[in-house]
């Protein structure tokens, strides 16, 4: 392919860039819509127990406040935990919002406050009087340590990893041994745009929703059966997310008060989160885990066991794979894993950023440092000389790995040969300078999704899929792609996403969204491709009459032949000539 159109691999500025800097990208709290009430969250100030009383008399009494719902003026709600399941929800009982007077954990919604303007809501919040009857609690996974167990795997996406050889004999065998203990505490998503949503009803009973979410079609089945829309008359727009990393995979309280709200008062209304509520949403939970390595003198492991405890809440099993890792990394025949849940008086956690990986990846690493200091051997080395080639549990070689370049290749441009090991040694003046490197590993996933390409006849050509963009490229990526596949100039392509209505897409998630997406819009292209191929054969005196489609090139705006790409014919001419305005293709692929 000519360099003229090939874009992808390149540097490129995102196509949704000017928008972002200019203003003109609205985000869910930014839609100007007419009527608009706005919602105040009234957030527990237990983090377990019953509420006794909800007085809201002094906040209705200001001029201007519509309506103070509670878990005793909410409108009728489905009570079957299936009702409330988003499309990652973990197994258990997931957290209904005003359901009842039960208190699950501190921060929890038990009131909205609708006002005629934003402050308004938030001033006549700080009015509603709430009397509680708290109940003991326990937030400390320490607290709770001896009370954990294997969590329920049904729906978890989590298997109990099998043992392989005899871990506990390898130990005691080892000439070398480290067993230590890791801690890490909660971490909060709390991405710069806050959690908000604006559902816009309309008179037919229908609703639109603008929300801040990595998925708006698992948003839109979410509202559709806790509110028995059908899919249909209800759709939700995220085209732009001001970050999220995990935090919006499953549908916010924010979301499901809005539309409870707009229903109920046949209006539009905005509820946002204030930045102390965006630490009542879900969280990577704190860890309490274990490593033991034993090795030979001269550094081969024997034995890996790594023990993990991760916090969940009381009605929900959130599990990740914190401990797989360590039986993928490194090269060894006796290998054990376990993990383990706790119930807290918190929300639920939610995925964030590599979960689980970034916890027991960072666990193992440690203790293949403190192995390298006990053994005297240099870090990369040992890691090198326990270098796995294969998936040892699944007995199946990796499609690809390049972990052994990039350790050279890092070690070569930080000037790794200079380390001194020796701990406390190297300086800079007064300050102490410590080098050092760990492994880090993720999964390589694709799913199935779908988009649809339109080409029209002047050489525009739309791409779209309801996949998001959280801020990781997807625009650009997807542009690329599809600009690529069919040979034209990117300016002339652009890809729509974050509309429930666009055709069907995972949500936005754990790495796959440029492979999974990728893949549905590169073949979305190339069946358009075809198509265009087939017209420009067709033109009045074309040099493609006799050709076959592998004999072609898509460059520059043209179909060009392979071997002698000055001679072509020019998309448009091809479409137009085709007496079709457009040219379009959508494909599922999986």
Not at 131 to 154: C, F, L, N, Q, V
Not at 566 to 580: D, F, K, L, S
Request: charged share 25%; with cysteine; net charge negative.
């Amino acid at each position: 392919m000519t360099p003229d159109t090939a874009y992808i691999g390149k540097p490129l500025s995102r196509v949704d860039g000017r928008a972002k800097v200019t203003g003109q990208a609205k985000y869910a709290a930014e839609y100007n819509v007419p009527d608009l009430l706005f919602g105040h969250v009234v957030s527990s100030g237990v983090a377990a127990g019953k509420i006794r009383s909800v007085d809201a008399a002094e906040a209705l009494a200001l001029p201007g406040v519509v309506q103070v719902f509670t878990h005793e003026n909410r409108p009728s709600l489905p009570w079957f935990d299936r009702s409330y399941h988003d499309e990652i929800a973990p197994p258990g009982s997931p957290f209904r919002p005003l359901y009842d007077g039960k208190v699950r954990f501190s921060g929890q919604p038990i009131a909205l406050v609708v006002a005629e303007s934003f402050e308004l809501a938030r001033h006549a919040a700080s009015l509603v009087k709430v009397e509680y009857d708290p109940a003991p609690h326990e937030t400390s996974i320490e607290a709770k340590r001896g009370e954990a167990y294997h969590p329920r795997t049904s729906k978890a996406g989590y298997t109990s990893p099998k043992p392989r050889g005899n871990a506990d004999r390898g130990l005691q065998e080892a000439a070398v041994v480290v067993d230590e203990e890791y801690r890490l505490p909660v971490e909060h998503h709390n991405p710069m745009e806050l959690y908000a949503s604006t559902a816009v009803w309309d008179g037919d009973g229908k609703v639109t929703v603008y929300d801040k979410t990595q998925g708006s079609q698992n948003v839109r089945d979410y509202l559709s059966k806790v509110f028995k829309y059908s899919s249909d008359d209800v759709r939700v727009i995220s085209a732009f997310v001001g970050g999220a990393f995990g935090s919006g995979l499953r549908p916010q309280y924010n979301v499901f008060l809005a539309v409870m709200a707009a229903r109920e008062l046949k209006r539009a209304v905005r509820v946002s989160l204030t930045r102390q509520q965006m630490f009542t949403l879900g969280y990577r939970p704190a860890v309490i885990q274990r490593v033991a390595l034993g090795a030979t003198p001269e550094g081969e492991l024997r034995a890996i066991v790594h023990e993990g405890v991760a916090g969940t809440s009381r009605h929900e099993d959130y599990v990740e794979n914190m401990v797989l890792w360590s039986g993928l990394l490194y090269r060894c025949e006796n290998v054990r894993l376990d993990h383990k849940v706790v119930q807290l008086d918190l929300t639920t956690p939610l995925d964030m950023r590599a979960p689980g990986a970034a916890s027991g990846v960072f666990a193992l690493e440690s203790a293949m440092d403190e192995l390298a200091v006990k053994l005297g051997i240099d870090p990369v080395e040992l890691r090198l000389s326990n270098y796995a080639e294969e998936d040892e549990g699944a007995g199946k070689p990796f499609s690809t790995k390049e972990l052994r370049a990039c350790y050279a290749q890092a070690a070569e441009r930080f000037g790794w040969s200079r380390r001194d090991p020796r701990i406390g040694s190297m300086r800079d003046g007064e300050t102490l300078i410590g080098w050092g490197m760990a492994s880090g590993a993720w999964e390589a996933q694709q799913g199935s999704a779908s988009a649809k390409a339109r080409l029209t006849d002047d050489g525009k050509l739309v791409v779209s899929s309801a996949t998001a963009d959280i801020g990781t490229g997807t625009y650009t990526v997807m542009s690329q792609i599809a600009a690529e596949t069919l040979g034209l100039p990117i300016e002339d392509v652009a890809f729509k996403l974050g509309d429930s209505v666009l055709p069907t897409s995972p949500v936005e998630g754990g790495s796959w969204t440029a492979a999974t997406i990728g893949t549905a819009v590169q073949a979305a292209c190339l069946e358009v491709r075809e198509k265009v191929f087939e017209l420009a054969k067709k033109v009045d005196g074309s040099p493609l009459a006799d050709a076959m489609i592998e004999d072609v090139i898509f460059a520059g705006g043209q179909v060009r032949l392979a071997r002698d790409p000055n001679r072509g014919v020019p998309i448009v001419e091809a479409v137009r000539q085709g007496r079709t305005e457009v040219v379009e293709a959508e494909v599922t692929t999986r």
